[in-house]
Nanobody
Framework: QVQLVESGGGLVQAGGSLRLSCAASITIFNRYTMGWYRQTPRKGREMVASITVGGSTGYADSVKGRFTISRDNAKNTINLQMNSLKPEDTAVYYC????????WGQGTQVTVSS
């Protein structure tokens, strides 16, 4: 059973940056389109970025130009570089395949203070 482990979250001031990483227990990133999702009580879970096996990326309008998703095949990780963070980016961030067919991990909390 595949396990996903997200890391890199934390507390940051508005305008700051964070880099999230997602590791899988087995190699899946080169088989599926992968995505970063975030969840808040108000909005529920939404996808913010995706990357295909071929490396094509896609972003939600709310993060376009600020977030960058990437894959490190050697380390079997998916990363999310988040710049110019805003308070509305505050959420628990998860990675999963797209569509989400893998068990969800614990997520990593990102809190952006104003």
């Amino acid at each position: 059973q595949v396990q996903l482990v997200e890391s890199g979250g934390g507390l940051v001031q508005a305008g700051g940056s964070l880099r999230l990483s997602c590791a899988a227990s087995i190699t899946i990133f080169n088989r599926y389109t992968m995505g970063w999702y975030r969840q808040t009580p108000r909005k529920g879970r939404e996808m913010v970025a995706s990357i295909t096996v071929g490396g094509s990326t896609g972003y939600a309008d709310s993060v376009k130009g600020r977030f960058t998703i990437s894959r490190d095949n050697a380390k079997n990780t998916i990363n999310l570089q988040m710049n110019s963070l805003k308070p509305e980016d505050t959420a628990v961030y998860y990675c999963n395949s797209l569509p989400a067919i893998v068990n969800w991990g614990q997520g990593t909390q990102v809190t952006v203070s104003s």
